[in-house]
Protein backbone atom coordinates (compact mmCIF):
# COMPACT_ATOMS: atom_id res chain seq x y z
CA UNK A 1 0.00 0.00 0.00
CA UNK A 2 1.84 3.24 -0.85
CA UNK A 3 2.17 5.57 2.21
CA UNK A 4 0.41 9.25 2.80
CA UNK A 5 2.04 11.83 2.47
CA UNK A 6 2.50 13.40 5.91
CA UNK A 7 1.02 17.14 6.80
CA UNK A 8 1.60 18.84 10.63
CA UNK A 9 -0.13 21.76 11.15
CA UNK A 10 -0.07 23.86 14.48
CA UNK A 11 -2.65 26.34 14.35
CA UNK A 12 -4.57 23.55 13.31
CA UNK A 13 -7.95 23.54 15.53
CA UNK A 14 -8.46 27.60 14.38
CA UNK A 15 -10.60 29.16 11.34
CA UNK A 16 -8.39 28.56 8.62
CA UNK A 17 -6.56 25.61 10.25
CA UNK A 18 -9.70 23.48 10.51
CA UNK A 19 -10.74 24.18 6.87
CA UNK A 20 -6.90 23.24 5.69
CA UNK A 21 -6.80 20.07 8.10
CA UNK A 22 -9.84 18.58 6.80
CA UNK A 23 -9.06 19.53 3.05
CA UNK A 24 -5.54 18.27 3.50
CA UNK A 25 -7.34 15.18 4.83
CA UNK A 26 -9.99 14.44 1.70
CA UNK A 27 -6.83 14.85 -0.53
CA UNK A 28 -5.51 11.63 1.19
CA UNK A 29 -3.13 13.17 3.34
CA UNK A 30 -2.16 12.11 6.77
CA UNK A 31 -2.86 15.12 9.32
CA UNK A 32 -1.51 15.75 12.45
CA UNK A 33 -2.23 18.53 14.14
CA UNK A 34 -0.33 19.96 17.30
CA UNK A 35 -2.61 21.41 19.65
CA UNK A 36 -3.19 22.67 23.14
CA UNK A 37 -6.47 20.71 23.68
CA UNK A 38 -6.07 17.40 21.78
CA UNK A 39 -9.17 15.98 22.24
CA UNK A 40 -11.38 18.84 22.01
CA UNK A 41 -9.46 19.36 18.64
CA UNK A 42 -10.57 15.53 17.32
CA UNK A 43 -13.98 16.17 18.25
CA UNK A 44 -13.89 19.36 16.08
CA UNK A 45 -11.98 17.98 13.28
CA UNK A 46 -13.51 14.86 12.84
CA UNK A 47 -12.08 11.21 11.82
CA UNK A 48 -9.18 10.73 10.04
CA UNK A 49 -7.23 13.42 11.68
CA UNK A 50 -4.60 12.98 14.30
CA UNK A 51 -3.71 15.38 17.22
CA UNK A 52 -0.52 15.80 19.39
CA UNK A 53 -0.04 18.17 22.41
CA UNK A 54 3.25 18.86 21.28
CA UNK A 55 5.38 18.24 18.73
CA UNK A 56 7.83 16.67 20.96
CA UNK A 57 4.95 13.40 21.12
CA UNK A 58 5.21 12.62 17.83
CA UNK A 59 7.25 9.24 16.80
CA UNK A 60 10.50 9.85 15.56
CA UNK A 61 9.88 7.42 12.84
CA UNK A 62 7.33 10.06 11.21
CA UNK A 63 8.85 11.60 7.89
CA UNK A 64 6.51 14.85 7.65
CA UNK A 65 6.51 16.26 4.04
CA UNK A 66 5.13 19.29 5.20
CA UNK A 67 4.89 21.53 8.29
CA UNK A 68 2.46 24.71 8.23
CA UNK A 69 2.42 27.11 10.99
CA UNK A 70 -1.06 28.96 11.74
CA UNK A 71 -0.02 29.85 15.18
CA UNK A 72 -0.76 32.87 16.72
CA UNK A 73 -3.34 35.09 18.56
CA UNK A 74 -5.98 37.00 17.31
CA UNK A 75 -5.28 40.47 15.96
CA UNK A 76 -8.38 41.71 16.46
CA UNK A 77 -9.30 40.28 19.95
CA UNK A 78 -8.78 42.29 23.05
CA UNK A 79 -7.47 46.11 23.41
CA UNK A 80 -4.00 46.68 22.68
CA UNK A 81 -2.40 47.10 25.96
CA UNK A 82 1.43 46.67 26.55
CA UNK A 83 0.08 42.99 27.78
CA UNK A 84 -2.19 42.05 24.93
CA UNK A 85 0.99 43.07 22.58
CA UNK A 86 3.25 40.94 24.16
CA UNK A 87 0.45 37.84 23.78
CA UNK A 88 0.30 39.03 20.27
CA UNK A 89 4.18 38.75 19.71
CA UNK A 90 4.67 35.46 22.41
CA UNK A 91 2.09 33.09 20.48
CA UNK A 92 4.01 33.91 17.22
CA UNK A 93 7.64 33.62 18.05
CA UNK A 94 6.90 30.79 20.69
CA UNK A 95 5.76 28.32 17.91
CA UNK A 96 8.39 29.15 15.55
CA UNK A 97 10.88 28.42 18.15
CA UNK A 98 9.53 25.35 19.17
CA UNK A 99 9.34 24.07 15.67
CA UNK A 100 13.25 25.16 15.30
CA UNK A 101 13.83 23.34 18.38
CA UNK A 102 12.12 20.16 17.61
CA UNK A 103 13.77 20.09 14.09
CA UNK A 104 17.12 20.06 15.48
CA UNK A 105 15.84 16.51 17.02
CA UNK A 106 13.56 15.21 14.59
CA UNK A 107 15.80 13.33 12.30
CA UNK A 108 13.33 13.57 9.03
CA UNK A 109 12.73 17.18 8.29
CA UNK A 110 9.94 18.33 6.09
CA UNK A 111 10.25 18.92 2.40
CA UNK A 112 8.83 22.76 3.20
CA UNK A 113 7.64 24.78 5.96
CA UNK A 114 4.04 27.12 5.08
CA UNK A 115 4.76 29.47 7.46
CA UNK A 116 1.40 32.45 8.49
CA UNK A 117 1.98 35.96 8.57
CA UNK A 118 -0.62 38.75 7.27
CA UNK A 119 -0.46 42.01 5.17
CA UNK A 120 0.23 44.00 8.11
CA UNK A 121 4.07 43.19 7.03
CA UNK A 122 3.37 46.43 4.92
CA UNK A 123 1.62 48.38 7.33
CA UNK A 124 -1.37 50.81 7.51
CA UNK A 125 -0.43 53.25 4.81
CA UNK A 126 -1.78 57.01 5.24
CA UNK A 127 -4.76 58.68 2.56
CA UNK A 128 -1.77 59.30 -0.22
CA UNK A 129 -0.13 55.89 0.05
CA UNK A 130 -4.25 54.36 -0.98
CA UNK A 131 -3.41 54.47 -4.39
CA UNK A 132 -0.25 52.27 -4.46
CA UNK A 133 -0.09 48.56 -4.69
CA UNK A 134 2.05 46.65 -2.50
CA UNK A 135 3.51 43.59 -3.74
CA UNK A 136 5.68 40.88 -1.93
CA UNK A 137 8.74 43.50 -2.31
CA UNK A 138 7.32 46.15 -0.56
CA UNK A 139 8.60 47.89 2.83
CA UNK A 140 7.66 47.52 6.13
CA UNK A 141 6.10 50.61 7.91
CA UNK A 142 7.03 51.74 11.70
CA UNK A 143 3.58 50.87 13.65
CA UNK A 144 2.98 47.92 15.55
CA UNK A 145 0.97 45.54 13.50
CA UNK A 146 3.80 45.80 10.50
CA UNK A 147 6.37 45.68 13.90
CA UNK A 148 4.42 42.08 14.57
CA UNK A 149 4.62 40.32 11.53
CA UNK A 150 8.33 41.52 11.00
CA UNK A 151 9.47 40.17 14.06
CA UNK A 152 7.10 36.72 12.93
CA UNK A 153 8.70 36.07 9.85
CA UNK A 154 12.22 37.27 11.53
CA UNK A 155 11.24 33.69 13.86
CA UNK A 156 11.14 32.11 10.28
CA UNK A 157 13.84 33.40 9.17
CA UNK A 158 16.29 32.01 12.13
CA UNK A 159 13.75 28.70 11.51
CA UNK A 160 15.18 28.46 8.38
CA UNK A 161 18.92 29.79 8.80
CA UNK A 162 18.70 26.81 12.06
CA UNK A 163 17.46 23.92 9.72
CA UNK A 164 18.07 24.85 6.36
CA UNK A 165 14.24 23.71 5.98
CA UNK A 166 12.72 25.95 2.65
CA UNK A 167 10.05 28.72 3.99
CA UNK A 168 7.34 29.92 2.29
CA UNK A 169 5.72 32.81 3.99
CA UNK A 170 2.03 33.73 3.35
CA UNK A 171 1.11 36.66 3.96
CA UNK A 172 -2.80 36.31 4.88
CA UNK A 173 -5.27 39.27 3.71
CA UNK A 174 -8.67 39.53 5.56
CA UNK A 175 -10.14 35.86 5.30
CA UNK A 176 -14.03 35.71 4.47
CA UNK A 177 -15.53 32.29 5.33
CA UNK A 178 -18.55 30.53 6.21
CA UNK A 179 -18.72 29.21 9.98
CA UNK A 180 -16.56 32.11 11.71
CA UNK A 181 -13.60 34.28 11.18
CA UNK A 182 -14.41 37.50 10.67
CA UNK A 183 -17.12 37.80 8.53
CA UNK A 184 -19.90 38.30 10.97
CA UNK A 185 -18.12 41.47 12.42
CA UNK A 186 -17.93 42.69 8.99
CA UNK A 187 -21.15 42.53 8.39
CA UNK A 188 -23.05 43.58 11.73
CA UNK A 189 -22.41 47.59 11.04
CA UNK A 190 -24.07 47.06 7.62
CA UNK A 191 -27.08 44.98 9.23
CA UNK A 192 -27.71 48.09 11.07
CA UNK A 193 -27.07 50.08 8.19
CA UNK A 194 -24.15 51.82 8.91
CA UNK A 195 -22.00 52.22 5.17
CA UNK A 196 -19.00 54.96 5.63
CA UNK A 197 -16.51 54.03 8.39
CA UNK A 198 -14.15 56.72 8.54
CA UNK A 199 -13.48 58.33 5.07
CA UNK A 200 -14.61 54.98 3.15
CA UNK A 201 -12.00 55.37 1.11
CA UNK A 202 -8.69 52.92 3.24
CA UNK A 203 -8.43 49.33 1.25
CA UNK A 204 -9.84 46.34 2.25
CA UNK A 205 -7.43 43.83 1.67
CA UNK A 206 -9.71 40.41 1.21
CA UNK A 207 -9.61 36.75 0.19
CA UNK A 208 -12.22 33.99 0.58
CA UNK A 209 -11.58 31.07 2.43
CA UNK A 210 -11.49 28.78 -0.45
CA UNK A 211 -8.63 30.29 -1.61
CA UNK A 212 -6.35 30.32 1.25
CA UNK A 213 -7.19 26.66 1.06
CA UNK A 214 -6.28 26.15 -2.42
CA UNK A 215 -3.53 28.67 -2.77
CA UNK A 216 -1.88 26.87 0.01
CA UNK A 217 -2.33 23.68 -1.58
CA UNK A 218 -0.95 25.39 -4.49
CA UNK A 219 2.33 26.48 -3.00
CA UNK A 220 2.58 23.20 -0.99
CA UNK A 221 2.58 21.42 -4.68
CA UNK A 222 5.39 23.65 -6.58
CA UNK A 223 8.83 22.58 -7.08
CA UNK A 224 10.61 24.05 -4.01
CA UNK A 225 13.59 26.24 -6.60
CA UNK A 226 14.08 28.78 -4.01
CA UNK A 227 15.10 28.74 -0.26
CA UNK A 228 12.89 31.79 1.19
CA UNK A 229 9.77 32.38 -0.97
CA UNK A 230 7.01 35.21 0.26
CA UNK A 231 3.59 34.92 -0.98
CA UNK A 232 0.81 37.38 -0.67
CA UNK A 233 -2.65 35.60 -0.08
CA UNK A 234 -5.23 38.28 -0.98
CA UNK A 235 -7.72 38.61 -4.00
CA UNK A 236 -6.33 40.10 -7.02
CA UNK A 237 -9.35 43.22 -6.69
CA UNK A 238 -8.75 46.15 -5.34
CA UNK A 239 -11.59 46.83 -2.81
CA UNK A 240 -12.06 50.20 -0.55
CA UNK A 241 -14.20 49.64 2.98
CA UNK A 242 -17.26 51.18 1.14
CA UNK A 243 -16.98 49.02 -1.50
CA UNK A 244 -17.56 46.32 0.94
CA UNK A 245 -20.62 48.00 3.06
CA UNK A 246 -22.20 48.80 -0.27
CA UNK A 247 -21.72 45.09 -1.87
CA UNK A 248 -22.73 43.35 1.43
CA UNK A 249 -25.87 45.36 1.85
CA UNK A 250 -27.49 44.92 -1.87
CA UNK A 251 -26.71 41.04 -1.33
CA UNK A 252 -28.43 41.15 1.99
CA UNK A 253 -31.09 43.77 0.68
CA UNK A 254 -30.14 46.35 3.69
CA UNK A 255 -30.15 50.23 2.88
CA UNK A 256 -27.29 52.19 4.48
CA UNK A 257 -28.09 55.52 6.35
CA UNK A 258 -25.61 55.57 8.78
CA UNK A 259 -21.56 56.78 8.96
CA UNK A 260 -19.08 56.67 11.64
CA UNK A 261 -16.31 59.30 11.94
CA UNK A 262 -12.52 58.18 12.55
CA UNK A 263 -12.45 60.30 16.17
CA UNK A 264 -15.17 58.24 17.40
CA UNK A 265 -13.74 54.65 16.15
CA UNK A 266 -10.56 55.97 17.65
CA UNK A 267 -12.10 57.05 20.88
CA UNK A 268 -13.46 53.28 21.61
CA UNK A 269 -10.74 51.17 19.97
CA UNK A 270 -7.85 53.08 20.45
CA UNK A 271 -4.43 52.22 18.44
CA UNK A 272 -6.72 49.33 17.30
CA UNK A 273 -8.77 51.26 15.10
CA UNK A 274 -6.07 51.41 12.25
CA UNK A 275 -7.15 47.40 11.65
CA UNK A 276 -10.52 49.45 10.58
CA UNK A 277 -9.70 53.00 9.19
CA UNK A 278 -6.42 52.53 7.64
CA UNK A 279 -4.91 50.19 4.99
CA UNK A 280 -2.95 49.36 1.67
CA UNK A 281 -3.52 47.59 -1.19
CA UNK A 282 -1.93 43.95 -1.33
CA UNK A 283 -1.76 42.43 -4.32
CA UNK A 284 -1.03 38.62 -4.83
CA UNK A 285 1.72 39.10 -7.45
CA UNK A 286 3.56 36.12 -6.97
CA UNK A 287 1.09 33.77 -7.01
CA UNK A 288 -0.40 35.02 -9.87
CA UNK A 289 2.95 34.94 -12.05
CA UNK A 290 3.17 31.50 -10.71
CA UNK A 291 -0.19 30.36 -12.37
CA UNK A 292 -2.57 30.42 -9.54
CA UNK A 293 -6.00 30.86 -11.11
CA UNK A 294 -8.72 32.33 -7.94
CA UNK A 295 -11.77 30.87 -7.61
CA UNK A 296 -13.19 34.33 -5.98
CA UNK A 297 -11.39 37.39 -8.03
CA UNK A 298 -13.98 39.33 -7.06
CA UNK A 299 -15.90 40.55 -4.31
CA UNK A 300 -19.12 40.06 -5.37
CA UNK A 301 -18.33 36.88 -6.14
CA UNK A 302 -17.10 36.04 -3.23
CA UNK A 303 -19.76 37.52 -0.65
CA UNK A 304 -22.29 36.13 -3.37
CA UNK A 305 -20.88 32.68 -2.38
CA UNK A 306 -20.68 33.69 1.31
CA UNK A 307 -23.98 35.27 1.88
CA UNK A 308 -26.12 33.40 -0.81
CA UNK A 309 -24.45 30.06 -0.63
Known sequence: MEQKPVVILLGGSGFIGSHLARDFAQKNWRVIVVTRFPDQTRDKLGPGIETLAALAHLDPSVQ????????????GEGRWNTARKRT????????TQQITQ?????????????????????GNGSRQQWQARCNESSAPQDVFVSRLCQLWEASAQELHRESGVPVAICRLGVVLGKGGGILPQLLKPVRLGIGRIGSGQQPVCWIHMDDVVAAIQFIAQQPVDQPWRVFNLTAPQATTQQDFAQTAARLLHRKLWLSLPAGLMRTAMGEQADLVLDGQYVEPARLLAEGYSFHYPTLDAALENLLKG
Do not use: E
Open 64 to 75: PDLLINLAGASV
Open 88 to 95: LLASRQGP
Open 102 to 122: WLKRHAHKPRLIIQASAVGFY
